[in-house]
């Protein structure tokens, strides 16, 4: 107990199932006595994944206003507050655009936190589907980049892909958050030390990565719904995220990743898509009861003009079956990444 926490960096691009497995190796840990904590990362407020861990019962923090590398100081802050819980684990999920974590947040924990903290192997997360369906250059750029600099590789959803696309010299594993499959031997691999760190940090174009950010814009709301009649959260979630999926198809958007989370006083639902025309992963209390007072947030990365996404989603809001005040609401492309620290000389 009076080790340092585990710190555990899991990255991967939008949709790639971060959280999903975050919170299942969260529940593996829990079964075994281990306390954990997560960190979440994002461009803008209002977090879906924030209060889907909450809702799990894990303690939780976020940094907002950018991602790990420009709020470093942010991320220790929130990592330390979490210390206080005196968790044996602490999962930090980065903004899933995001690369060059080696040289902006790994390098620096290392340098100025190392005997805070035991920091484990940068995992990078798959989703086989996207990897076979890579035609945006944007998209793509990100995508590489992550796979450079990761430590190890896991491909996700292999209860749908038992056979994923290898990416050219990586040893992958493949993990299903749905079924359990391999997440306790990732767990045991990135806790044992046994995994060998990159020696060398991947160079990166910061214009070029900043101009593939800029392709994405960035939604996230709020908003308190009263529903007239009361309905379930599923029945909440469900009609708007097919009729955002539907608007925004029509007016060209490319969805990279809408989810949407529903909590009212008879249970949670989330649901979330990686694509167009996707069906909906959907977790939470389907069956729960029909509740008036609901308390919904959507987060929305998709490649479009940002006044338009904006103007979809909140026509959606506004048809929703009662009264919706949005608490809040944003929509804008990511500013040029401007990390705090960036090592670069040596290697880990």
Sequence with gaps: MNEPPHLLVVSGFLGSGKTTLILAAARILAA??????????DQGESLV?????RARGFAAGEVT??????????????????????PQVIFAEPVGSCTDLCATVLRPIEEAYGTAFQLGPLTVLVDPERAGQLDHPDIEFL?????????????????RWPQPPQPGGIAARQVSALTGQGVEAWLDEVLSGSVPLRGTIPDLDYERYAQAE???????????VVTEPAVSPAMLVGPLLDRLDRELTEAGILIVHLKAIDRTATGFVKAAQCANGQEPAVEG?????????????????????????????????????????????????????KPERRVTGGSR
Aim: charged letters at 25%.
């Design 32 to 41: 075994r006595g281990i306390r954990c904590a997560v960190i979440l990362n």
């Design 285 to 337: 209390a389907l069956d729960a009861s029909p509740a008036r007072e609901h308390r919904l947030s959507i987060n929305l990365r998709a490649v479009g003009e940002p006044g338009l996404v904006l103007s979809v989603v909140r026509s959606a809001l506004g048809d929703l079956p009662g009264r919706a005040d949005t608490l809040r609401i944003d929509c804008f492309r990511p500013a040029a990444p």
């Design 65 to 86: 206003g950018g991602c790990f590398c420009c709020r470093f100081s942010e991320l220790m802050r929130i990592a330390d507050r979490l210390r206080a819980d005196a």
């Design 143 to 159: 995508f590489r980049k992550q796979l450079e600099e990761a430590d190890l590789v896991c491909f996700t959803k292999s209860d």
């Design 214 to 224: 800029a392709a994405l814009a960035w939604l996230n709301a709020g908003a308190a």
């Design 49 to 53: 994944d924030t209060e889907l861990a």
